[in-house]
């Protein structure tokens, strides 16, 4: 399947974004889509991710409370809404499948280790 990231911009901080994410073909319910970032001269960052079937979510603790993820599985898209930015959320932002939601961020690293990221969406906070 082919995830495509789209919805970034220019906002200041403070502001809002919500970020889409396209799956090219409907895949297994039990399958996950985490989102991940990647700011200049930094390692690529997971975020959150979310459960196609039951909609289960995790997030990293630096997102919990400013940025949901949610899916609308009819669309075959991932959201990210991402509110009350801030100039250190900068990056560029990608989204995956993996198969699964886990329960450790380390977990997502290696089920994307070898991934193809495609260009992301940027995001850019002023401040």
């Known amino acids: 399947v082919q995830l495509q990231a789209s919805g970034g911009g220019l906002v200041q901080a403070g502001g809002s974004l919500r970020l889409s994410c396209v799956a090219s073909?409907?895949?297994?319910?039990?399958?996950?889509v985490p989102w991940f970032r990647q700011a200049p001269g930094k390692e690529r960052e997971f975020i959150a991710a979310?459960?196609?079937?039951?909609?289960?979510?995790y997030y990293t603790d630096s997102v919990k409370g400013r940025f949901t993820i949610s899916r609308d599985r009819a669309k075959n898209t991932v959201y990210l809404e991402m509110n009350n930015l801030k100039p250190e959320d900068t990056a560029v932002y990608y989204c995956?499948?993996?198969?699964?939601?886990?329960?450790?961020?380390?977990?997502?690293?290696?089920?994307?280790?070898?991934?193809?990221w495609g260009r992301g969406t940027q995001v850019t906070v002023s401040s």
């Open positions: 995956a499948e993996v198969p699964g939601l886990f329960k450790d961020e380390s977990s997502y690293y290696r089920a994307t280790k070898n991934n193809h």
């Open positions: 979310i459960t196609w079937n039951l909609g289960n979510t």
């Open positions: 073909r409907r895949t297994g319910g039990g399958y996950a």
